[in-house]
């Protein structure tokens, strides 16, 4: 995940691979814990119904 994460964060992540990473951050409850926006991204994609 890790590595992910630091895809997500140069750039690197298509549209999907950003959903499916921000769907397993909240699954695992880091989002929560990470910096706020994370938080604050995946929050926008709970109320948009990307993830759940």
Not at 26 to 51: K, N, P, S
Request: net charge negative; charged share 20%.
């Amino acid at each position: 995940m890790v590595n992910d994460i630091i895809a997500y964060e140069n750039g690197e992540m298509n549209e999907e691979e950003v959903i499916i990473l921000f769907q397993e951050l909240v699954d695992t409850g880091m989002v929560w814990v990470l910096q706020g926006h994370y938080g604050r991204t995946a929050q926008a994609l709970l109320d948009a119904g990307e993830i759940s």
